[in-house]
């Protein structure tokens, strides 16, 4: 299996029993299961068959909940559609009248109110485009620029506007509590522009009782200004490269791509890209050379995790696209020639980064087989995993919730372990399992590291180089 993570999307094309077990066997690390789509009753029943079938199948599957955030989209349009023509003027209402030519149903006044002349209005992820004519109270009449047909429920995006939208809306609290019921193990909050929605978000967990992490989506022009600070606020990011390259010039994206991922590798958190990854697989059963080499280079850029979404969602050929997947995956991996941190210059500015970085270079040195972290938190084994090491990582923990939360980290084989009293038993434990996963054997060099006291909360301290079957005395 891969070392990169990989993220599929739980859809009509894959909530059988069967289907989740194909895609466990074929590489899925985390599933998806997007709450802009389908109904509450079926995305309950999705999360309870994976866990029944991750268990029999006796892997690690942890399930990310994608709330749908402020999505614009187009009303209910009479007949279902209708044909924008280059030139025509069209009226975006909020009260469309029946059987009234050229208005088009938009559900969101505080959009209508916030557009001035000349904004740009771009439908269905920017296949038509409309200009802002004329603002009125209720409405905008609109010219349209690129012409089509345009059918109910598309997406609206405007590029540049600053909109007074809440990125956590009531159905989005709805779906979080419900969510949270379901024990979900991340959250992806859509349409972040500032740390503060990412706070709004945590807040209402906390007041929930609970403590689940939150992978912020970067996909509007504000989060780019703002990146430093969400990244602080967050535990993760997704460069969700579809809404990203409507409302920014699709060919700044690959660079957009770039810096979001090195911040994420220098932080230590976990980074997903994901949309039209393998896009044409969705209706054939082999990716483009084009797609293949997308998939590579978001590896080779320090992606933890790649993401399916319509391909194992609605796809004809959901198995084969993480089989795809995870073998573009594979191959890149034996490219990865350095650490993505190593370029980087200065001092480590914490203890726990330079001993995480002192033990991906040890175990270089002494060609040690495995590097086995001790953690509670998950911090350990991400920061050694930003290092991108050549040997396996396996983290030991005796949490539940860490065990989940490192299915995103790059290269982490998280193994759930029984509390340990000392030291000692610590170093025991980390060794046993490693011989038990077939890791490493007798006589086999690998590297420790923990935090000591365990447990104490986000320090790495410790770091040893240990021959498996020697005594712990020597």
């Known amino acids: 299996m891969p070392r990169t993570k990989i993220v599929c999307t739980i859809g009509p094309a894959t909530n059988s029993p069967d289907m989740m077990r194909a895609l466990i066997r074929a590489g899925m690390n ?6 802009s789509h389908g109904e509450r009753a079926a995305h309950a029943q999705s999360i309870s068959t994976l866990r029944q079938i991750a268990e029999q199948e006796d892997c690690l599957v942890a399930v990310m909940a994608d709330l749908q955030g402020p999505k614009l989209r187009v009303g209910e349009i009479e007949g279902g559609a209708v044909e924008l023509r280059k030139g025509e003027i069209v009226t975006l209402t909020s009260r469309p009248r029946p059987d009234a030519a050229n208005e088009i149903p938009v559900p969101h006044p505080e959009l209508l109110h916030d557009l001035r002349v000349g904004q740009a209005v771009l439908l269905d992820d920017g296949n ?8 009125g109270e209720s409405h905008l ?3 349209v620029v690129t012409g089509g047909r345009l059918t109910s429920h598309k997406g609206i995006n405007v590029p540049g506007a600053a909109l007074r939208l809440s990125t956590l809306t009531p159905k989005d609290r709805a779906d979080a509590a419900f969510a949270l019921e379901q024990g979900v193990d991340f959250f992806a909050l859509s349409f972040v522009r500032r740390a503060a929605d990412v706070r709004e978000l945590r807040q209402f967990l906390q007041d929930k009782g609970a403590d689940v992490p939150i992978i912020a989506k970067i996909e509007k022009p504000e989060a780019l200004f703002a990146l430093d600070e969400i990244l602080a606020e967050a535990d993760g990011m997704m460069v969700a490269r579809g809404d990203l390259g409507v409302e920014t010039p699709a060919e700044e994206v690959p660079f957009h791509q770039k810096r979001i991922i090195r911040a994420c590798n220098r932080a230590g958190k976990p980074v997903i890209t994901a949309t039209q990854m393998l896009q044409t697989m969705i209706e054939n059963p082999r990716p483009t050379r084009a797609e293949a080499s997308d998939v590579a280079n978001a590896i080779l850029d320090g992606s933890d995790a790649v993401m399916l979404s319509g391909e194992t969602a609605v796809g004809s ?3 084969a696209a993480v089989e795809t997947m995870a073998r573009i995956c594979t191959n890149a991996e034996a490219h990865l020639t350095s650490s993505p941190m190593h370029d980087e210059s200065g001092s480590h500015e914490t203890i726990t980064e330079a001993i995480s970085c002192a033990a991906v270079e040890i175990a270089d040195e002494i060609s040690g087989t ?7 938190s998950g911090m350990t084994a991400r920061m050694v995993a930003r290092h991108r090491p050549s040997v396996p990582i396996v983290a030991v923990t005796p949490s539940q919730a860490t065990l989940a939360r ?3 980290v790059w290269g982490v084989e998280p193994v759930l372990v029984e509390p340990f009293e000392t030291t000692d038993d610590m170093v025991e434990m980390m060794v046993r399992t490693v011989r038990q996963k077939g890791v490493a054997a007798w006589g086999d060099p690998v590297v420790l590291t923990a935090g000591i006291p365990f447990g104490s ?5 410790m770091l040893k180089v240990h021959v498996v079957g020697e005594s712990e005395e020597a």
């Open 30 to 35: 985390v599933a998806r299961i997007n709450f």
């Open 128 to 135: 038509l485009e409309l200009t802002v004519a004329q603002a």
């Open 141 to 143: 009449e609109c010219r």
């Open 317 to 319: 050929y959901p198995v």
């Open 370 to 376: 495995a590097i086995i972290t001790a953690t509670m």
């Open 406 to 408: 490192l299915a995103l």
């Open 457 to 461: 909360g986000g320090r790495t301290n």
